[in-house]
């Protein structure tokens, strides 16, 4: 009886958990430039602001939980398909980075955000607990990546996902950046004329094949969802 007790505390507290990472992430959809602060987060769930503090002691903390949460559910779909028996296609992988990244519009921007609470606002033992649950993802997906290519070395994978995150947070940055040029009535066309979704296909295909050594079966490929 005592264990069946603790068996349904312990789906209440990840029930709550989850609840707030959702509150957050609404109000994060709303209004991405701005961070709420724990007492709109705990207004948004419904909790008292104290109940939010027993799971998250920070506002970064949590910021850093949703973001790890974000990473997961993209991992989890990338691991998924490499583990399964059917050819890993260039339109599968484009799809699971435009569903899970591209078109969550809560990703990115969060996403570079935690680069600097990671390195600022955070314990020490907070971030490396999650570069090292990181770590262990990206490892394991990496290591099905060397399965799947006899090409691969191993290590390759790895290499080739960490490639491509940089080129996704890395155009979207540069994209970022254009349009906030234009809403300040600067130059919007002096890095040349170019969108997200078109360059981030284009510039995944090419590295993706190029590593490889060969075209991955495909048909004609959908560029990625622009965002905003």
């Known amino acids: 009886m005592v264990i069946r007790q603790r068996a349904i505390q312990a789906e209440d507290k990840q029930e709550r958990y989850h609840a707030i990472l959702d509150a ?5 959809a709303r209004a991405p430039d701005r961070i709420a602060n724990v007492g709109e987060v705990a207004d948004e769930a419904g909790l008292a602001k104290g109940t939010v503090y027993l799971y998250f002691p920070s506002k970064d903390e949590l910021l850093l939980a949703l973001h790890e949460r974000h990473v997961d559910d993209f991992f989890n779909a990338l691991i998924a398909t490499l583990r399964a028996p059917q050819p890993v296609t260039i339109e599968r992988l484009i799809e699971i980075t435009q569903h899970w990244i591209v078109e969550r519009a809560t990703f990115l921007p969060l996403a570079t955000r935690c680069f600097g609470i990671m390195s600022t606002q955070v314990s ?4 490396e607990g999650f570069h090292a649950r990181m770590a262990e993802r990206l490892g394991t997906a990496g290591a099905l990546l060397d399965q799947r290519f006899a090409r691969f070395k191993p290590g390759d994978g790895v290499a080739l996902l960490r490639h491509s995150y940089a080129l996704i947070v890395g155009l979207w940055q540069m994209s970022s950046a254009k349009v906030a040029d234009a809403q300040a009535g600067l130059d919007a066309h002096a890095m040349g004329a170019w969108d997200y979704g078109t360059d981030l296909t284009r510039a995944l295909r090419h590295l993706w094949e190029g590593t490889i050594g060969a075209p991955l079966p495909s048909s004609v490929a959908t560029p ?5």
């Open 24 to 28: 957050a992430e609404r109000l994060l």
């Open 124 to 127: 020490r033992d907070v971030a």
């Open 224 to 228: 990625l969802a622009t965002v905003p």
